[in-house]
């Protein structure tokens, strides 16, 4: 019932959120990652990440999706594993076992 309320409804909602629950949020159907993902919610992600008490702006070869899911989801990008360093060439977090694969 969430996804029948008005857009500027859902994005006050979403203004409330931090850069780890807009990307969860985003993952949980296709509606809300078709709306997280659109331009119109560039501002809202951005909003997010300024939240941030000491965090750097994003990078100007990324944008705020992908710099959130870099810096806020921590599983490797290849096999799931918890924690593996940020790979900056690729944009995301991939652990040594799956480097080679990308
Ligand atoms: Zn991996």
Known sequence: MILEMP???LYEIFSFLTPRDLIR???TNKDFRRILTSRSTRNIW?????SVEGLP???LHMNE???STVLFHVAC???GRARPPVNWY???RICKRCLPDQ
């Open 7 to 9: 857009l500027d409804v």
């Open 25 to 27: 949020m985003s993952w």
């Open 46 to 50: 951005k909003a997010a990440l300024e």
């Open 57 to 59: 702006p994003c990078p």
């Open 65 to 67: 999706i992908e710099y």
């Open 77 to 79: 990008y290849g096999c």
């Open 90 to 92: 690729f944009r995301r």
